[in-house]
C-alpha cells in the first residue's frame, strides 16, 4: 500500500477519535459515506450518514465523561479505492489517562470519494475482560 494512502486513512481515524472526543456528533457523522452502512458497539444499525448523526446526537450527551484513542492495527488493501481498517479503541479520560471502562474494536471498511476516503461500512464491539 502506497505510504500516502496509508497517511491518509491514520489521518482519518485520528480525526474520528478527535470527533468522538469532542463529542461532536456531526464532526464524527462527517466520516460516514452519505449511504453508509453503521453498527455502533451497542448493536444498534444504522443506514446513512443522517442516522449516524442522528444517534449521535442522541448518545453522545450521555457519553460525555467518555473518551478514547483509537489505533490503527492492521489495513487491508481491497483494492486501490476500498480498503479494511481494524482498529483497537482504548477508553481514556479527558487528559488521556486510562480508564477502566471497557475496550472496544472496530472494523471499517473504507472507500474514497470525490472528498477522500470515507466510512461505507463499520462496526465496533465491545471487548470482553
Known amino acids: ?3 500516502t494512502r ?3 486513512i491514520h489521518a482519518l481515524v485520528q480525526s474520528f477519535e478527535d470527533a468522538f472526543n469532542a463529542h461532536d456528533p456531526v464532526a464524527l457523522g462527517g466520516h460516514f459515506a452519505a ?3 453503521w453498527t455502533n458497539a451497542v448493536g444498534k444499525r444504522m443506514r446513512g450518514r443522517d ?3 442522528a444517534s449521535g446526537r442522541e ?3 450521555r457519553l460525555a465523561d467518555a473518551h478514547a484513542r483509537d489505533r490503527v ?3 487491508l ?10 482498529v483497537a479503541q482504548s477508553p481514556v479520560d479527558a487528559d488521556g489517562a486510562p480508564t477502566d471502562a471497557p475496550r472496544a474494536s472496530a472494523v ?3 472507500a474514497r470519494g470525490t472528498d477522500g476516503w470515507e466510512i461505507a461500512v463499520g462496526q465496533n464491539t465491545i471487548v470482553a475482560a
Open 1 to 3: 500500500m502506497a505510504a
Open 6 to 8: 496509508r497517511t491518509e
Open 35 to 37: 449511504d453508509s452502512l
Open 51 to 53: 442516522a449516524v448523526i
Open 59 to 61: 448518545a453522545l450527551p
Open 73 to 75: 492495527v492492521d489495513v
Open 77 to 86: 488493501e481491497i483494492r486501490p479505492d476500498a480498503v479494511a481498517v481494524h
Open 108 to 110: 471499517y471498511v473504507l
